[in-house]
């Protein structure tokens, strides 16, 4: 069964405390992304990766972090610098010209 | 600056008509274009890929075009449903552009009243 896993579906945070998020993909994709979604807004690429052991920054990489040491895995973590963060984040694969995406989690900072 | 916009946040219509989704860019050069679905607290999934050098293309009751000296692509639903009521996004991936980055417009939102 291929696709792209995300955990947790939902997410409680308190002000300060750094969390990450999960993305686990079996496509064999080497690319992989990071979205933020807010309500009304479309989607702002926080970070993406072509390759294993290398990532660039997106549009509004301040206050997150990432890694990608393995081909599967791409998490991504909210630090307590990120000072708006709750959001839908949405982690992608790239297969060719198109994206495929998980199914989200939503952050909520309390 | 350069901008990708989808000129409206929503659109309703009565089933069984034809519903047209607009979006626009600026400053890009485009190599194509996408057109994603999101259903509520769900990821995109992806529908149409339509290329610069491309007018039309079809599938199913889809059908986009893509107007390069207009900056423009129209994506069409045919003999629509209930079912297709959704949040629609543009996607533009420009030349140049790392592999596979694509640059989304804020989405309109179909509403299909039976």
């Known amino acids: 069964d291929g696709g792209i896993t995300q955990s947790p579906k939902y997410l409680f945070r308190k002000e300060g405390q750094n969390v990450t998020l999960s993305c686990e993909q079996n496509?064999?994709?080497?690319?992989m992304y990071w979205y933020r979604q807010d309500p009304g807004q479309g989607l702002r690429l926080i970070y993406y990766s072509q390759i294993v052991n290398d990532f660039q920054k997106g549009d509004i990489a301040e206050g997150y972090s990432v890694s990608r040491e393995k081909k599967e895995s791409f998490p991504l973590t909210v630090t307590s610098a990120q000072k708006n963060p709750t959001a839908f984040y949405l982690c992608?694969?790239?297969?060719?010209?198109?994206?495929?995406f998980g199914p989200g989690t939503r952050l909520t900072v309390l | 600056s350069q901008k990708i916009e989808q000129n409206s946040e929503a659109l309703n219509i009565q089933e069984g008509k034809t519903a047209t989704l607009t979006c626009n860019y600026t400053?890009?050069?485009?190599?194509?274009l996408q057109w994603y679905r999101q259903d509520p607290g769900r990821g995109p999934v992806f529908l149409l890929l339509?290329?610069?050098?491309?007018k039309e293309k079809r599938k199913e009751r889809l059908k986009v075009t893509f107007d390069t000296t207009l900056k423009q692509s129209l994506f069409h639903i045919t003999a629509s449903q209930p079912a297709d009521s959704a949040t629609y996004l543009c996607?533009?991936?420009?030349?140049?552009?790392?592999?596979?980055?694509?640059?989304f417009g804020k989405g309109t939102k179909l509403s299909v009243k039976p």
């Open positions: 992608a694969t790239a297969g060719g010209d198109t994206q495929y």
């Open positions: 400053n890009y050069s485009p190599a194509y």
């Open positions: 996607a533009l991936r420009t030349r140049g552009g790392s592999q596979g980055n694509l640059i």
């Open positions: 496509l064999n994709h080497d690319a």
């Open positions: 339509i290329r610069e050098n491309e």
